[in-house]
């Protein structure tokens, strides 16, 4: 995907992740590119509530708060400044464009949906890639199973809880 405009795909793409099963972006990163103080942002959110259904924009918990830090989506806890964090899903980030005015604004929208919609894409081309092996493994009679378990675990890994692993001391027993 070529990107003429002001925001490097990779810069957004960077930005992006995963909660609560929705493609987001943060109020802080959002007002990094907008190049904008978070604090004005969320008070033209907030002034136009009605525009930013549950669908479109969520507050952060303090569960996912602690996840997004300990995934380095932000350096720490204090770098929110005291202020819980706002979630923009893609329909969200295309709202904020009818309450932000600035030419600026405009162009990183633009340069932000065609983002979403490159990420969409490349997720269907996975999709098809995974349907060809599927119909591969049964053509070469189970020859692909490894291969074909290695992709779909990291397309989709499992949900489950997954136990720490690193080294542990042992508490040292009385004599």
């Known amino acids: 995907m070529k990107n003429t405009s002001v925001i490097p795909n990779e810069k957004i793409i960077r930005r992006i992740f995963l909660l609560r099963e929705e493609k987001v972006m943060l109020d802080i ?82 340069a932000i949906v065609r983002t979403f919609i490159f990420l969409r894409k490349l997720a269907g081309n996975y999709k098809e890639v995974m349907k060809m092996l599927e119909e591969m493994e049964q053509k070469y009679e189970g020859r692909f199973k490894e291969i074909y378990k290695a992709l779909n675990y990291l397309i989709d890994p499992p949900k489950e809880d997954r136990r720490e692993i690193g080294f542990k001391v042992k508490p040292k027993e009385k004599e």
Do not use: C, W
């Open 29 to 110: 990163h959002l007002a990094e590119l907008y190049q904008v103080e978070t604090r004005a942002l969320k008070q033209a959110v907030r002034r136009n509530l009605k525009r930013f259904p549950p669908d479109f924009m969520f507050e952060l918990n303090q569960k996912e708060v602690a996840e997004v830090v300990s995934q380095n989506v932000i350096p720490s806890k204090q770098h929110l400044g005291g202020a819980t964090p706002f979630a923009f899903t893609e329909a969200g980030v295309a709202m904020l464009a009818s309450i932000l005015k600035s030419q600026r604004a405009v162009e990183v929208n633009i």
